[in-house]
Nanobody, 125 residues
Framework: QVQLVESGGGLVQAGGSLRLSCAASGRTFSSINMGWFRQAPRKEREFVAAIRKSGGRTYYADSVKGRFTISRDNAKNTVYLQMNSLNPEDTAVYYC??????????????????WGQGTQVTVSS
């Protein structure tokens, strides 16, 4: 089992920045692939970013490329999502997700079998 706890959400003005954190426990963190997803009201959950267990490869949704950066600190058992140049379309609940091994596609939500409770990000115009 892997337990995930997100933090760092909040209210920010358009153009601002936030950094989300996700602390993991229950397994050796360096053996876990990590992802971030988000879900806005009345919309499907969508992929945001992912990072492989080694930290050597990252993936981003087209909508956040160049603005968001995913990183991990295996010594702190934590994955981060640095979000810059935020706009109102980024408003959503952001979820951290984890899986031991990818089988098909790191961008698919059904690849991940552990999820955090979510943290709200609201961007005002």
């Amino acid at each position: 089992q892997v337990q995930l706890v997100e933090s760092g959400g909040g209210l920010v003005q358009a153009g601002g920045s936030l950094r989300l954190s996700c602390a993991a426990s229950g397994r050796t963190f360096s053996s876990i692939n990590m992802g971030w997803f988000r879900q806005a009201p009345r919309k499907e959950r969508e992929f945001v970013a992912a990072i492989r267990k080694s930290g050597g490869r990252t993936y981003y949704a087209d909508s956040v490329k160049g603005r968001f950066t995913i990183s991990r600190d295996n010594a702190k058992n934590t994955v981060y999502l640095q979000m810059n140049s935020l706009n109102p379309e980024d408003t959503a609940v952001y979820y951290c997700a984890a899986v031991m091994n990818y089988y098909r596609d790191p961008l698919r939500a059904d690849e991940y079998n552990y999820w955090g409770q979510g943290t709200q990000v609201t961007v005002s115009s």
